[in-house]
């Protein structure tokens, strides 16, 4: 029988973000082996509500749980925004979010106490980010700004471009004006921006990736529960979307840089 | 018990867009009472593959035929391309979708022969327009140009933004160098884009909508099926969602140009 520790570490996310978490958790951590669930069927999550994104992150833990999982990570922003708490009281095993280390890596760089966050509408309405923020840098100003189209425009392939940046330059003007010196980039999908956003925003503003951070705290999770893998095979992941598998091969290729083994569907 | 012929109009989409289509038959048959499922929880259908556009259009019939509809208008352009036949098969009532009148419209508009067709990534690889078209007018020559943000540009509220006209140069330059003289705008949401359209087209080419002409077919059906509404009482319209009602009331008066009544939430 499967040691306990030896199960694989589930992650979840609305769709193809959650891969930039996977790769640092297997940069990381690279003996764990990762089950991933996109829910491509019903992305995106960030437009919808948060009744609904609290039904789907439920029905996403559930996918995990039949894979036998040890522990989860939530890698979408707006599930974390809205369910975590609520998977955290409902399952047995541990689920740990984004916004946490987003917001704890921001609070470090930050010099002036000035963060901005850009996330997309619900991720925003939820307030989740600044709420975090205060309670770990009380006084600090958190100026948060949805950005609908960043997605989209991900997903169109038009990382660097002309319209890219236009967009770029009208959803950060009141930041820039605001005097941000740390940026959190609140969605699974914006680091693939990074270029734009380092330009836009100047050279002096930090921006912060909540993957690597998400990636520390799986592994300081993972000591402190006894809970590394122990077995010296190498890990199998294992990849599952809930809408056909490949499109999501094809747009994953763009955001790991490489193919992806076998992606199976699942159907709730 | 009520007359078969004063049960009311099923109109589905997979969000809001739908609504365009709605408006067109209410314009032209204003006794017909409607009943309308917009599937916002699962939106966009435009990006998903023809599977899930499958399953999630049976499930929308379903909700319809538990309000007694005497037909189905399939108002998003998605469903029509992969489950409009599908779904004439499997249910005993009328059901049209928005393809064949954009089409005939299209057909009869064209001086050259020469139609362009914009549309989702979903409906440009169903290749039904062009089938159809070929079908109608042979010898006709077709160009289809997938274009996905521009519905993430309309619910962003950037009808006539610059980015938006710099977005539609990119994605309709090999249409102007095609030399269509017709543009049929394959996707409920893109009517609201005819100013920056047709900007970029120029005046000399033709937009079909095919809301209007929507509404002439069921129009027709109605009469040739004796199913007219007879009942003099003023119709009272249902709205119906599967996200959250509140959002959808805001982006639909940026559809109808007034506010909706009350705005109900199905739960599959």
């Known amino acids: 029988m499967l040691q306990e520790c030896d199960r694989p570490i589930g992650v979840f996310d609305s769709g193809i973000g959650g891969l930039t978490v996977v790769q640092e958790i297997t940069r990381l951590l690279p003996n764990e082996q990762i ?73 470090a760089a930050t010099r002036r106490k000035r963060i901005g966050v850009i996330a ?31 997605v989209p425009l991900v997903e169109e392939g038009w990382q660097e471009h002309r319209v890219t940046e236009a967009v770029a330059m009208e959803y950060l003007a009141a930041m820039k004006k605001n005097g941000v010196d740390t940026l959190i ?26 993957a690597v951070e998400t990636a520390h705290e799986v592994q300081n999770l993972l000591e402190k529960q006894k809970l590394m893998r122990q077995n010296q095979h190498p890990p199998k992941h294992q990849f599952l979307v809930s809408d056909e598998p490949e499109h999501f091969r094809v747009v994953a290729k763009r955001f790991l840089g490489h193919d992806l083994p076998h992606v199976q569907r699942v159907v709730f």
């Open 185 to 210: 980039l609140g969605c699974t999908h914006y680091p693939l921006l990074k270029t734009v956003l380092q330009k836009v925003m100047g050279r002096g503003v930090t921006l912060v990736d909540s």
């Open 35 to 107: 089950v991933y669930f996109g829910d491509t069927a019903r992305v995106p999550y960030g437009t919808k509500s948060k009744e609904s994104v609290i039904r789907f992150s439920r029905d996403n833990m559930n996918v995990l749980l039949r894979h036998n999982v040890k522990m989860v990570v939530v890698a979408c922003n707006t599930s974390t925004s809205w369910a975590l708490n609520i998977l955290k009281r409902e399952y047995a095993i541990p689920v740990i979010g984004v916004i946490e280390p987003g917001s704890r890596r921001a609070v």
């Open 120 to 150: 997309t509408p619900s991720t925003v309405n939820s307030r989740k980010y600044e709420e975090t923020i205060l309670r770990m840098a009380r006084g600090a100003k958190v100026f948060q700004k949805a950005c609908p189209l960043f």
